[in-house]
């Protein structure tokens, strides 16, 4: 009985184990990583026209999407579209000059299809008044590579908090989705509120 258990375990452990067609070479796995990095700086390059369309190009046209961010959830593309279009119209057209900085990456090949993903950003510009303005913060996304192209399945992004320094840095409490809760106003746009009919997170104000 023992033996027939412990031939039970083995087969269990080797029917587990990663298989040669799975298993990446160095090359393979940095290759990968590059191609992730890349396709995160191309759709958040603000030296380039279409941002909005660019940012929901991260993610897929069908299928789930969960997205978390100052303790809400987005669920499906067309919220997520709503909010990064919200953003952009609101407050991205009114930032001066402004420049997105990936700080650093932390890349974890999973598979040849899958990475996750940990970066860091900030976006320095001049607000409207043309005082200096610094949106900071960070990021953890899943990627999952579909059609030849890698595209987020599962992402929680948050702020950095306020710090005192030679710019005023703006809480966003992960952008686009603050735009889902109360808070109604930001200062590149300072009048303006959030649409009525967008869905949020919590009750409105």
């Known amino acids: 009985m023992r033996s027939i ?12 184990a990663p298989t040669g067609e799975t298993r990446l070479s160095s ?22 026209p279409n941002v909005a369309e660019r940012m929901l190009s991260l993610y897929p046209q069908s299928g789930p999407i969960v997205s978390a961010a100052a303790g809400n959830v987005v669920g499906s ?12 119209n609101n407050v991205g057209r009114n930032m001066r000059d402004p420049r997105w900085v ?37 990021m953890t996304a899943l990627f999952e590579k579909r ?3 890698w595209v987020i399945i ?28 109360p808070t109604p106003r930001h200062p590149d746009n300072p009048t303006t509120r959030q649409p009525d009919n967008l869905t949020t997170g919590a009750a409105r104000p």
Do not use: M
């Open 5 to 16: 258990l412990s031939w039970s375990l083995v087969a269990i452990v080797l029917g587990c």
């Open 27 to 48: 090359g393979q796995t940095a290759a990968i990583k590059t191609e992730v990095e890349q396709a995160l700086r191309d759709a958040y390059d603000l030296s380039k």
């Open 77 to 88: 593309r067309d919220s997520l579209a709503q909010g990064i279009q919200y953003f952009w």
């Open 102 to 138: 990936w700080e650093r990456f932390w890349v974890e090949v999973t598979a040849p299809t899958s990475a996750v993903v940990t970066a860091t950003y900030r976006i320095p510009h001049r607000d409207p008044q043309n005082r200096p303005h610094e949106i900071a913060g960070a």
């Open 147 to 149: 059609g030849g192209k």
């Open 154 to 181: 599962q992402e929680h992004l948050s702020d950095r908090p306020a710090r005192l320094s030679g710019c005023q840095v703006v809480r966003l409490s992960g952008w686009p989705y603050e735009y889902f809760t």
